[in-house]
């Protein structure tokens, strides 16, 4: 059998789930660590037993010379990071989400990977959540019937959206999305891991079937409700029914007939979580790893390849160029910029006051 040697990139939360999964896959070596924050590594390769432990992730992917890479930075620092690993000879990048504060620096990050035969995936890993694949599979058996809308609800587009959004396409097979229109609301100076992103936003898609999927963000104190069912979550609207989709549950209501109930098979009490991260998280990521590394040993494509994700950011950016455009944006996007961000430098929104937080 194969070792693959791995390296993550970043030691933070997300940092910490990488490692875990890389440790818990027998074909994979955890070789090397590194973080700004030379003490931060040194935790986590202390707790984990990493054996290599590093404050710049060039000197260690020039040292460590790994197969496989875990992207784990803020998003502004993706590309360059993925750029580096691809110079330094990897095999396969495996990149948290957001995917990039951009969606030209998205767009540039598959087109690099994708030139130089290097396997990238981002960590979209709620595909692999049960409760998400058991209502896949309950809308594709028919059980609500026809397929007609699907509501989204979360804290915000860039970070948690990329999810909810990603989770969207996921339901749909991944079809292509004709156009997005959408609004935001650019009230506060809101950071979120520190990337700037909206107060609230809504956002339409479309598909020629004639679907629909709207998204709506926002959290207290500005937008204290988005939906009084499922406040983070999916709804899933049929003709004979719905599905409500959390992360502790997925309830599949069909008229005339009696519920069906899927639990998530993780501990959903916060109380208990192992450095306060929700353990499907640790589960999913270990198997988008396990996935990964199949794609490399089977040369298929990974359930969570690049196209995926990028096919969600496309959504996130569009409706941040729908708002500064004021227009529907049909889709594939041309725009390569963040027009939150380019619109708040043209004066578009006057933002007052700060929140800082993590959702």
Partial sequence: MQTYRAAVIAAGGQGRVHAAAYLSDDRVRLSAVADVNLQTATALAGELGIPGIYDDYREMLEAVRPDIVSV???????????????DAGVRAIHCEKPIALSYGDAVDMARLAESTGVQLTVNLQRRFEPVHRFAREQLAAGSIGD?????GYCPNLLD???????????????????????QIDVTTNRYVYGAFVETSSITQVAWADGVRAVVSTGREPATPVL???????????????????????CIVHRFGEKDLRFASPYDTNSDHWDHGIDPAIFACTAA????????LETDREPELAMRHGLAGAELIFATYESSRSRRRVALPLETRDNA???????????PTGELRSTY
């Fill in 72 to 86: 784990c930075t803020p998003p502004g620092y993706h590309l360059d990071a993925v750029g580096a690993a691809i």
């Fill in 147 to 151: 397929l007609v809308s699907i509501e």
């Fill in 160 to 182: 948690w959206g990329s999810h909810i959004l990603d989770l969207i396409l996921f339901y749909r097979s991944d079809a292509p999305a004709e156009w997005v229109i959408g």
């Fill in 227 to 249: 939906n009084r069912e499922n406040g983070l979550g999916l709804i899933v609207q049929g003709t004979r029914g719905r599905i409500v989709v959390r992360g502790s549950e």
């Fill in 288 to 295: 988008a790893v396990a996935d990964l590394v199949d794609g």
């Fill in 340 to 350: 939150l961000l380019s619109g708040l430098e043209q004066g578009l929104w006057a």
